[in-house]
């Protein structure tokens, strides 16, 4: 199976709360990542939380940790049409001593009004 | 502008064709990776290079050939590929053992095999 594993698509209605699941695999991640991906371009880190908090909030942006269940979760509130994007989720894996960011699909989201 | 530059933007290639894939950061990291985006499919590690050094070779094909001249500066070198080949190659890099591990990627070269 996939390392990272998400939905593969959201919509909402503008001004909703949009909440983008993930379920990883390796615990031993000390960071753990969400990612944006507009059109055209390449991926842009959003956030990230620490494995050892449950919960950190930034501005609009609230992401969840359950280590126990290796389940991430990213809600965006208020959400806007501009927020209209593929969003992945990312742990960190050790290969040949290095932390290499690995990926789920992503998931798109689409708002609309 | 990201720090990590992709060139080009996009390329059409013959099955017979020989091309390369450039990407620069200047943004002092220390690896450098490859990443394959296709359609409804994860995000595909295909290489990456720690200060210099390729630690990792994701069972790729032999058609994918990379090179890292220095810390600076990724390349893929492209021979007889394939229609499935065609998807969006994503450079990053990231500086490996500092930080909070983030990895800074280019705009990506939209890959067409024809």
Redesign the interface.
């Known amino acids: 199976g996939e390392d990272v594993e998400q939905s593969l698509f959201l919509s909402v209605r503008e001004g909703d709360s949009s909440v983008i699941n993930c379920t990883y695999t390796d615990s031993s991640s000390t960071y753990l990542y969400w990612y944006k991906q507009e059109p055209g371009a390449g991926l842009q880190l959003l956030t990230y939380i620490f494995s050892n908090m449950d919960m950190k909030q930034d501005q609009r942006l609230t992401v969840l940790l359950n280590k126990k269940d290796k389940h991430l979760s990213l809600r965006i509130a208020d959400t806007q049409t501009g927020d209209s994007a593929i969003y992945f989720c990312a742990e960190s894996i050790v290969i040949g001593g290095s932390y290499i960011p690995t990926f789920g699909r992503g998931t798109s989201l689409i708002v609309h009004p | 502008e990201?720090g990590?530059t992709?060139t080009p933007r996009h390329l059409v290639m013959g099955m017979t064709n020989k091309k390369s894939l450039k990407c620069e950061q200047h943004l002092g990291h220390n690896?450098m990776?490859w990443?394959k985006q296709s359609a409804?499919?994860?995000?595909e590690?295909m290489f990456?290079y720690?200060l210099e050094e390729r630690?990792?070779n994701n069972s790729v094909p032999s058609r994918f050939s990379p090179e890292c001249p220095n810390s600076s500066h990724l390349f893929l070198h492209l021979h007889t590929l394939q229609p499935e080949d065609s998807a969006l190659y994503?450079c990053?890099s990231?500086q490996?053992?500092a930080g909070?591990?983030?990895?800074f990627?280019?705009?990506?070269t939209r890959l067409t095999v024809v």
Do not use: C, H, N, R
């Open positions: 990201t990590v992709q690896a990776y990443y409804k499919k994860p995000l590690l990456v720690s630690v990792e994503l990053a990231s490996d053992g909070i591990g983030e990895a990627f280019g705009q990506g």
